[in-house]
């Protein structure tokens, strides 16, 4: 299961992602900034995650075959 963690790490790293807020949102890890993120919702909208989410890929794996041709 750790290495679920490390692959997807990898794949925020690829998108820019790695360590930024949206990215410790998507990788379920506690805020950082205690101050501000007890404010508001404390969530993104899927609006704002979505696209976040399209750009994280694993290159070394193919899934072809679950689309339609």
Avoid: W
Wanted: proline residues 4%.
């Amino acid at each position: 299961m750790h290495s679920f963690r490390n692959n997807f790490e990898d794949a925020l790293r690829r998108a820019n992602l790695q360590g930024t807020p949206i990215g410790q949102e998507l990788a379920g890890r506690a805020k950082t900034d205690k101050v501000s993120s007890g404010y508001g919702e404390g969530r993104y909208s899927l609006e704002t995650l979505q696209p976040c989410i399209e750009s994280i890929r694993y290159p070394e794996v193919d899934l072809k075959h679950l689309y339609a041709a």
